[in-house]
């Protein structure tokens, strides 16, 4: 199974973006799918995650800016990120949990410019 992470891109600090991340084929049985990002020269570092039962968590520097959903049919992630700032930069992952087998997509690309 292959994740597809898409619709980053550059946009001015205040502006919105909606990633989307969809699996190669249908999945069941999914524990949880989450959203990481990387900033540069920083280590991975977790930014929201959606379980099974549909309950859904953000790291607390988000204050309350970026949604997570999902299509559990399509078996796809989406993150909803608004008003964003320029610390929001950085490669964004999708990933999904399925037992004991995690799945990571390629990346996407934000840039957020001042």
């Known amino acids: 199974v292959q994740l597809q992470a898409s619709g980053g891109g550059l946009v001015q600090a205040g502006g919105s973006l909606r990633l989307s991340c969809e699996a190669s084929?249908?999945?069941?049985?999914?524990?949880?799918m989450s959203w990481y990002r990387q900033a540069p020269g920083k280590q991975r570092e977790f930014v929201a995650r959606?379980?099974?039962?549909?309950?859904?968590d953000y790291a607390d520097s988000l204050q309350g800016r970026f949604t997570i959903s999902r299509d559990i049919v399509k078996t796809s992630v989406f993150l909803q990120m608004n008003r964003l700032k320029p610390e929001d930069t950085g490669v964004y992952y999708c990933?999904?949990?399925?037992?004991?087998?995690?799945?990571w997509g390629q990346g996407t690309l934000v840039t957020v410019s001042s």
């Open positions: 990933n999904l949990i399925r037992g004991t087998a995690n799945y």
């Open positions: 084929a249908r999945i069941g049985g999914i524990k949880v």
């Open positions: 959606i379980a099974a039962n549909g309950h859904t």
